[in-house]
């Protein structure tokens, strides 16, 4: 029995008018070939396993050609059990190893978060070129397995001809080092860039180390590097942006919005969150309030939810709390959780119960299994003193199972980042940390005895 049995073609009368001809074509051909096949199936991932069951013949040329465009349809479905049905039919069709048709099927396993099954196929491969390495390096980023990424890319610039040249993984690597807090890595990629590669003329990869720099707080190094790009886009000018305002520096964010317009750079929709965010966390409302203006009116940008959620906590956090709400009724669309965690979160810090109340009771609807939203109001009423409030929403999360999750810190030592939870030490050792801060404290105590001594003679 053939490994692909020809269907009728009604069976695949579905598909749509923008790929009808294509189909039709297909269908009135005797055996329509490989490549024509491949490339009508192109445009509509969906479809290509109906497709190719109607038009792979038995003999199908096993050249590989048929393979890569439904391995990666395979892969942007993110569709798994497809795809191994698919590495099973290329199996038996003797297809390995092939080159285009292993790195085709490792980058559907690795888009789809199978690792172990990319790493088969990767170390199966008699050959690996610069392409294949970067998809796996990029595949081990993306799972936040920064070290074995970073580990794959050393030995990928020794094996692989053209990987010392290739900068395709990079922003994927550079973006897991910043979400973990990885700033040694990050360096030692940034430097090892510098050394091998012309990065500084890739926007992806400039704009991916601005971004690492960043959210590692190192807001100097970040402009540095964006001043060194030579070309940058609207991507490069809102990580900046944003990069002041998580720091608070939002006079800094507002000059660089300001050059970014006044040299021609269209803002976008990330642009204005970025520059609205930063005015929020600096206290900027007249100047946020105006920016929010200007983005339909001069530069055709409409806004949406997250742009009202931004402007709700903007004046929530300088204590405009009725204005705030005010704000969300007049949104054009139906607020969603955005905004209304937003006033939520200004309730916390203005101690307001009555607004706090409303917006955490919205949010139980909009999110119900959320509990960091129970947690907020829970610590509104308790700063408010109301503790059989608090009892009866703690009761409430009770029933609900509901677990509070943990909160988070990481400190780095010696390059390598370790992460605390609350509630993860042991008891045992908690009785050791607690001797060690008491005598932190008391040779503290000690030197600012000293130093009030000195001071006074």
Not at 70 to 82: F, G, I, N, Q, T
Not at 197 to 204: E, N, P, T, V
Not at 308 to 331: H, N
Not at 408 to 430: E, M, N, T
């Amino acid at each position: 029995m053939p490994p692909w049995k020809p269907t009728s073609s009604s069976s695949t009368a579905a598909a749509g008018s923008s790929v009808g001809p294509a189909r039709c074509s297909m269908e009135c051909s005797p055996r329509p070939c490989t490549p024509t096949t491949s490339s009508s199936l192109r445009p509509r991932p969906a479809r290509h396993w109906s497709y190719s069951r109607a038009s792979s013949p038995p003999d199908t040329d096993p050249t590989g050609t048929p393979c890569p465009p439904h391995s990666r349809a395979c892969a942007e479905l993110r569709d798994a059990v497809l795809g191994a049905a698919l590495h099973g039919f290329a199996v038996r069709l003797g297809l390995f190893p092939n080159v285009v048709v292993s790195g085709a099927l490792l980058d559907m396993y690795a888009k789809a978060g199978l690792l172990d099954d990319a790493v088969r196929v990767f170390n199966d491969m008699p050959k690996r070129d610069a392409v294949v390495w970067n998809c796996m390096v990029t595949g081990y980023a993306r799972a936040g397995r920064v070290a074995e990424a970073l580990d794959l890319f050393r030995r990928g610039q020794v094996e692989a001809m053209g990987m010392a040249n290739d900068l395709r993984a990079m922003p994927s690597v550079l973006n897991v080092c910043a979400k973990e807090g990885e700033l040694m890595k990050g360096r030692e990629i940034h430097g090892r860039m510098v050394r091998c590669l012309a990065f500084d003329s890739d926007i992806a990869v400039g704009n991916a180390l601005v971004d690492m720099y960043a959210k590692c707080g190192r807001v100097e190094v970040a402009r540095t590097v964006f001043a060194g790009m030579k070309e940058k886009d609207v991507v490069s000018w809102s990580t900046l942006i944003s990069c002041y305002g998580v720091h608070g520096m939002g006079d800094e964010a507002l000059r660089v919005y300001e050059e970014m317009v006044s040299r021609g750079v269209k803002p976008n929709s990330i642009t204005f969150i970025s520059i609205l965010s930063s005015c929020s966390h600096s206290g900027l409302v007249s100047d946020g309030q105006r920016i929010f203006e200007e983005m339909s009116k001069v530069h055709g940008v409409e806004p949406t939810a997250d742009h009202y959620a931004c402007m709700v906590d903007l004046l929530g956090r300088a204590g405009a709390i009725e204005e705030a709400v005010g704000f969300i009724r007049k949104m054009p669309m139906e607020p969603g959780a955005s905004p209304w965690g937003a006033l939520l979160s200004a309730c916390v810090m203005h101690n307001n119960v009555d607004v706090g109340e409303i917006a955490a009771y919205r949010l139980f609807e909009l999110e119900e299994g959320n509990a960091s939203n129970y947690v907020t109001l829970c610590s509104i009423y308790d700063a408010a003193g109301l503790s059989d409030c608090v009892a009866g929403v703690r009761s409430r999360m009770k029933e609900l199972g509901m677990v509070k999750t943990p909160g988070c810190s990481w400190v780095d030592v010696k390059g390598r980042a370790h992460a605390f939870y609350q509630g993860s030490i042991p008891r045992y050792l908690r009785r050791q940390m607690l001797w060690v801060l008491d005598q932190l404290l008391e040779d503290m105590g000690a030197s600012e005895s000293e130093d009030e001594y000195l001071s006074m003679n």
